[in-house]
T-cell receptor, first 111, second 113 residues
Framework: EDQVTQSPEALRLQEGESSSLNCSYT??????LFWYRQDPGKGPEFLFT???AGEEKEKERLKATLTKKESFLHITAPKPEDSATYLC????????????FGSGTRLSIRP | NAGVTQTPKFQVLKTGQSMTLQCAQD?????MYWYRQDPGMGLRLIYY???????DKGEVPNGYNVSRLNKREFSLRLESAAPSQTSVYFC????????????FGDGTRLSIL
């Protein structure tokens, strides 16, 4: 069964304290892995797509990496405005139209 | 840059009432989706439309119906609302190519009393 698991569920960091969020997946024939950011009261906002193991994408203080079993979202020197829930997702094997989402990591950055 | 637009943003219903949630996208996407998001449950797929003229059930379709009105619009209907349907509902759209991401609206917050 296709599955996406994110850890930790919640993470509190001090401003400037770097860390990583984890997304592990089990799906046959990975077609891509997506990272989203969701702010309270808003819909998920697309950040990155990673297509193959070894690939990396960067945006400001965020860097996403991909291995054959998991992806990491590295946050370098975060600021309070980086506080949000981060979701990862993969297209399902049984139906390419369906995307399987993890339950997210709720990130809080204290000033 | 409208993207995906959902209406209404908030709604309160009484048990047994019906209503339709509207969604429209202006990105010429083929596929559209309805999700609900509940605390601790993540995003759960209710129904999706892979292309205009087709609809399919997702993970939690019971109590809902959908209509793909045209390529731009995809509506979700609650025929007889129940308190268990209190949730935040998100519409999303995508090109329909499997390795392309979905793009989301900002949701409809629905309370059933």
């Amino acid at each position: 069964e296709d599955q996406v698991t994110q850890s930790p569920e919640a993470l509190r960091l001090q401003e400037g304290e770097s860390s990583s969020l984890n997304c592990s997946y089990t799906v046959s024939g990975l077609r891509g892995l997506f990272w989203y950011r969701q702010d309270p009261g808003k819909g998920p906002e697309f950040l990155f797509t990673l297509y193959s193991a070894g690939e990396e994408k960067e945006k400001e203080r965020l860097k996403a990496t991909l291995t054959k079993k998991e992806s990491f979202l590295h946050i370098t020197a975060p600021k309070p405005e980086d506080s949000a829930t981060y979701l990862c997702a993969v297209p399902g094997y049984s139906s390419a139209s369906k995307i399987i989402f993890g339950s997210g990591t709720r990130l809080s950055i204290r000033p | 840059n409208a993207g995906v637009t959902q209406t209404p943003k908030f709604q309160v219903l009484k048990t047994g009432q019906s209503m339709t949630l509207q969604c429209a996208q202006d990105m010429n996407h083929n596929s559209m989706y309805w999700y609900r998001q509940d605390p601790g449950m993540g995003l759960r797929l209710i129904y999706y439309s892979a292309s205009e003229g087709t609809t399919d059930k997702g993970e939690v379709p019971n109590g809902y119906n959908v209509s793909r009105l045209n390529k731009r619009e995809f509506s979700l209907r609650l025929e007889s609302a129940a308190p268990s349907q209190t949730s935040v509902y998100f519409c999303a759209s995508a090109t329909g190519v499997s390795n392309q991401p979905q793009h989301f609206g900002d949701g409809t917050r629905l309370s059933i009393l």
